[in-house]
T-cell receptor
Framework: SQQGEEDPQALSIQEGENATMNCSYKTSINNLQWYRQNSGRGLVHLILIRSNEREKHSGRLRVTLDTSKKSSSLLITASRAADTASYFCATASNQAGTALIFGKGTTLSVSS | ETGVTQSPTHLIKTRGQQVTLRCSSQSGHNTVSWYQQALGQGPQFIFQYYREEENGRGNFPPRFSGLQFPNYSSELNVNALELDDSALYLC????????????FGPGTRLLVL
């Protein structure tokens, strides 16, 4: 079953614009991670935010986490054509095991 | 590149057949997880192995089974293939059972006819 739900499902923007994707989840978490997937290939880890953190930056990426609302957002600033990909949020629960539970993803298309 | 490799890259099977997919973990990683990703969906957790023992399992039937070897490479076996088993199968390695970053391989795309 999917835990996270990303919103929007698809997003089309121009190069240089910012892209914002949102993720909601259902259960308590240890951390939340964002991954990128190009053309149905393997997933690449982008950023991890722990449950006691509210905001984290990495290069052009900014992630926020609101555990009271069980939601997170990923902001990509000054987007490039190379950012075109599917983006997934994944949660790691506080329960035993380290399986990640993924949402259905947001497909981002950046045109030049 | 994450250092996680998977073979084969593509595979076509017919319904009822059996398939074995292979994964080589990133150096030093003793935990491997397998995920199934249907078209247009996010990856779904199949199971995880830690030091050759199954450490957790998702909502998949027993015909999905796995192995982890002493060198921490892993296999996913699927018996009695069904059409709905057509998907991208991803393995991911991580260090010790930490709830941290998982490093994904490129995946094996399985088509069941």
């Amino acid at each position: 079953s999917q835990q996270g739900e990303e919103d929007p499902q698809a997003l089309s923007i121009q190069e240089g614009e910012n892209a914002t994707m949102n993720c909601s989840y259902k259960t308590s978490i240890n951390n939340l991670q964002w991954y990128r997937q190009n053309s149905g290939r393997g997933l690449v880890h982008l950023i991890l935010i722990r449950s006691n953190e509210r905001e984290k930056h990495s290069g052009r990426l900014r992630v926020t986490l609101d555990t009271s609302k069980k939601s997170s957002s990923l902001l990509i600033t000054a987007s490039r054509a190379a950012d075109t990909a599917s983006y997934f949020c994944a949660t790691a629960s506080n329960q035993a095991g380290t399986a990640l539970i993924f949402g259905k993803g947001t497909t981002l298309s950046v045109s030049s | 590149e994450t250092g996680v490799t998977q073979s084969p890259t593509h595979l076509i099977k017919t319904r009822g057949q059996q398939v074995t997919l292979r994964c080589s973990s990133q150096s030093g990683h003793n935990t491997v997880s397998w995920y199934q990703q249907a078209l247009g969906q996010g990856p779904q957790f199949i199971f995880q192995y830690y030091r050759e023992e199954e450490n957790g399992r998702g909502n998949f039937p027993p015909r999905f089974s796995g192995l982890q070897f002493p060198n921490y490479s892993s296999e996913l076996n699927v018996n009695a293939l069904e059409l709905d088993d057509s998907a991208l199968y991803l393995c991911a390695s991580s260090l010790e059972l930490r709830k941290e970053t998982q490093y994904f391989g490129p995946g094996t795309r399985l088509l069941v006819l």
